[in-house]
Structure formats: C-alpha cells, structure tokens
C-alpha cells in the first residue's frame, strides 16, 4: 500500500500530522511522517531505543491495538537549522482510568529533516510520563552594561 502524501509545507505540518495520526490509530498516515530511511530512531517513554522502519512501526502497531493516543504537543520549543529542525514539546496524554479521564505529561523531542518528499520525521524521543505538568526551567541572560 502506498504511504499517503503528506504537505510539503513546514515541520511543524509534519508534527500537527503526527499527532494526529496518534489520535487516530492511523499507522499508514504515522509512518507518513517518517523519512524514508533505515536510521530513524524512536524511543517511547521508558521503553528501548528503536531504529528502523520495521521496529518503529511494530511498536506503534502494537500501541494502537489497544487504541488511539491522545497526546497533544504543547508548549513547543523550536530550533531551525537549514535543513533541519528540533521541536522540544510537552505532550499532553489522556488516558481514561478508573477515576475518569486522567492526564500525564511527557517532555519530548522530535526531530525533522527537510526531504525532496519534504519535512520528515527522523527522531522521536519521549521522557517517562509524571502525573504533573512539568517545570519550564529556563537560563536568564546575563545583562552587560
């Protein structure tokens, strides 16, 4: 089966794609996002590092046997390099408990490359979840009078 065709557009295209196909268990579209190329690198929170087409796809699968995912990219941080580009997100993940629907945050980093197909996916490394929105902790610049 073909993979669908995907906007040339921007990173950030790619990355509104992804999350969507999370949220919709749609593996053809999810693998979409991906370069076309043996050395894509995965990690899912807590889990190894998979590299690979066949092993990023069959953790994914198995992901969405059980279902969509819900996780949202917020608080984006990007960092453009040419041909490249690094988003550092904090993914926003409900799941539906006992109690209801309960939220996890995971920190994330995905990482794009720009491709004659256009803007690819080639690294997706996500932290372990916590229960609480994570801390922004950022460097003050020093001020030179």
């Known amino acids: 089966m073909p993979k669908p065709k995907l906007p040339l557009g921007s990173p950030d295209d790619t990355e509104h794609a992804f999350y969507d196909a999370l949220q919709h268990a749609d593996i053809e579209r999810l693998m979409a996002c991906w ?17 690979g087409h066949a092993a990023v796809r069959a953790a994914f699968e198995a992901m969405f046997a059980h279902g969509s995912v819900q996780a949202f990219a917020e608080k984006v941080r990007r960092l ?36 004659a197909q256009g803007w690819r996916m080639v690294a997706h490394h996500a932290s372990p ?13 020093p001020v030179f009078h």
């Open 35 to 51: 370069v076309d190329e043996d050395d894509i690198v995965c990690v899912h929170p807590g889990g190894p590092r998979l590299v």
């Open 80 to 115: 453009d390099a040419g041909p490249c580009s690094v988003h550092s997100v904090v993914e926003r993940v409900s799941v539906m408990g006992d109690d209801g629907m309960q939220h996890a945050w995971v920190v994330a980093t995905n990482v794009y490359a720009k491709t």
């Open 129 to 141: 979840g916590t229960r609480t929105e994570p801390v922004e902790v950022l460097t003050a610049q």
